[in-house]
């Protein structure tokens, strides 16, 4: 089995800024993601059999969108900034139609779908807990940087992703890619 998912990833260019943002929740002691690792996830399509990712890729091969322009901007959190799970990076563009696509030309493969409304991101950090005592200053600095202008890119392909779990992280392997056209 292999641990999957379908993503854009974030250009170069854009890691030393998302580095910069980061730095700024040094003190919290949350999960940071490697910058290098940073992406906007598709659909997480959990363990698949190994013999099954040659037709996944024939589907994804089959998916036809057009690049389009992606801005990064504002930082927040899920579930809500009070009860932080995940402290995300906001991504705007055409996001809505890829991911419908990519949904319904996975569907013969009876992948799950999303439980939530899908919402372009790219995740920061994990938080595994927020004391009391830094909740306020924790909350002050979302409202500060929910609107930071981090930078645009154009989303040009879409990825199959293998991620392989460490103690000391996740390693990312592309399987596949799709250029956008």
């Given at each position: ?10 250009p ?12 700024r ?6 999960k ?8 906007i ?20 091969d ?45 569907s ?10 899908f ?19 924790f ?43």
């Amino acid at each position: 089995m292999v641990r999957t998912f379908i993503a854009v990833d974030l250009p170069e260019e854009l890691r030393s800024r998302i580095a910069q943002i980061q730095s700024r929740f040094d003190d919290f002691k949350f999960k940071l993601v490697d910058p290098s690792l940073v992406h906007i996830t598709m659909k997480f399509l959990g363990e698949v059999p190994e013999e099954q990712i040659g037709d996944i890729a024939k589907v994804m091969d089959g998916i036809s969108y057009a690049p389009f322009e992606v801005s990064l901007r504002g930082v927040g959190a899920f579930p809500k900034p009070k009860f932080a799970k995940v402290v995300w990076i906001g991504c705007e563009g055409n996001f809505d139609g890829l991911h419908r696509l990519v949904e319904e030309s996975l569907s013969p493969f009876g992948f799950r779908k999303d439980a939530h409304d899908f919402n372009a991101h790219a995740t920061l950090a994990r938080v595994k807990y927020l004391p009391k005592k830094n909740k306020e200053k924790f909350l002050q600095l979302i409202e500060e940087l929910k609107d930071i202008e981090i930078g645009t890119m154009q989303a040009d392909s879409i990825r199959l992703k293998r991620s392989t779990l460490t103690p000391e992280g996740p390693l990312y392997d592309t399987l596949h890619e799709v250029r956008l056209k």
